[in-house]
């Protein structure tokens, strides 16, 4: 069965970076879209950023030119790359495959779901 192993998450200070992993325990990685989900606290769970299969990259608005993510298909890995990060960024996120490509900045399908890296950001 696919496993997805989310890390790399902590407390950081406002401003400060962080860079998430997703590791996908299966070859059939390159076949799927990534989303990466963000769920603050007491609020559901939103889109961040999408990657599909044919390389497209789709960022949520409120962290465009902050976060960069990307993909090692040979690798089975993903990576968020969070740098000015906010208070408002605090929360779990989440790696999710599923699909082929992205509506807007999720999979058109969320198969597989990690179990959430915490992002704590606060002075």
């Known amino acids: 069965q696919l496993q997805i192993a989310e890390s790399g998450g902590g407390l950081v200070q406002p401003g400060g970076s962080l860079t998430l992993s997703c590791v996908v325990s299966?070859?059939?990685?390159?076949?799927?879209?990534i989303g990466w989900y963000h769920q603050a606290p007491g609020k559901e769970r939103e889109g961040v950023v999408c990657?599909?299969?044919?390389?497209?990259?789709y960022y949520r608005d409120s962290v465009k030119g902050r976060f960069t993510a990307s993909r090692d298909n040979a690798q089975g890995t993903t990576f968020l790359q969070m740098n000015s990060l906010k208070p408002d960024d605090t929360g779990v996120y989440f790696c999710v495959l599923g699909g082929f490509y992205c509506l807007g900045t999720v999979p058109n399908v969320e198969t597989h779901w990690g179990r959430g890296t915490q992002v704590t950001v606060s002075s």
């Open positions: 299966d070859t059939t990685f390159k076949y799927y879209a």
């Open positions: 990657l599909d299969t044919s390389d497209n990259i």
